[in-house]
């Protein structure tokens, strides 16, 4: 019963509802989590996938020329190589993208969810060495195309031949692990870690308490 002169209770406020009952008001749905993972990885398919046939086309050019023995003992080496590097670095490192893309559920605010490449390749909300790893990886990118576009024929193909098996190690690896995350629930946890930072929050919309009587609904940032 409400006595006179009394405000009735918001019909959105009671008194009883949890924090977390609450924000689950402000989730993402279903529907677009699942577009916000395809976004996240697939932008790093396309790009790996396009970067590897845009060099395969000027790989393709060793095949024009023959090959003394220094280059041939410099194209089993670089191939060795990034065979090495496919293995030890890019696969997991696909792993991880994989693992931060499951863990992006309707928790998380949208802002991760449009920020999704960024998100799953650790440029932010990372451990210090998944941050070092991911801009340490951009600046190699870099350095090295600076370089190798200085070298003579066929040294350049000969680079390009490697970088090409690590682009599609990554996209292989990117493809498979998606799928066996996905479709069968065994995500490639023995290949790497999310490296969210210790105590990592989620970005949750909250319906407060009413303030100053007009009951207007506010967002809580949770950090």
């Keep these: 019963r409400l006595k006179l002169g009394t405000a009735p209770p918001h019909p959105r406020y009671h008194p009883g509802l949890s924090a977390h009952s609450a924000g689950m008001a402000g989730r993402i749905c279903s529907g677009c ?6 976004w ?4 790093w398919i396309v790009l790996l996938g396009d970067s590897a046939f845009s060099l395969s086309v000027r790989a393709k050019e060793l095949f024009d020329d023959s090959l003394n023995v220094p280059q041939w003992c410099g194209l089993v080496a670089c191939i060795a190589f990034f065979v090495f590097c496919a293995y030890w670095a890019m696969i997991r490192w696909s792993a991880v993208l ?3 893309a499951h863990a992006l559920d309707g928790e998380y605010g949208l802002i991760h969810h ?6 799953v390749a650790g440029f932010y909300k990372a451990t ?9 990886l951009v600046a190699f ?19 390009d031949a490697g970088v090409v098996i690590n682009l599609l190690a990554g996209t ?17 946890s023995k290949w790497g870690q999310t490296d969210f930072p210790a105590g990592a929050g989620q970005c949750r919309s909250l ?6 009587g007009n009951g207007d609904r506010m967002q809580a940032l949770v950090v």
């Design 33 to 38: 989590v699942a577009l916000s993972r395809i």
């Design 40 to 43: 996240g990885l697939g932008f």
């Design 98 to 100: 994989v693992l931060r």
């Design 114 to 119: 449009i920020l999704s490449p960024l998100f």
């Design 128 to 136: 210090v060495s998944r941050l070092v790893k991911a801009y340490g």
């Design 141 to 159: 990118i870099i350095c090295i195309g600076i370089v190798v576009a200085a070298l003579p024929s066929p040294w350049r193909q000969i680079v």
């Design 172 to 188: 292989g690896a990117l493809i498979v692990f998606a799928g066996t995350t996905f479709c069968q629930d065994r995500p490639p």
């Design 207 to 212: 319906d407060s308490n009413t303030v100053g």
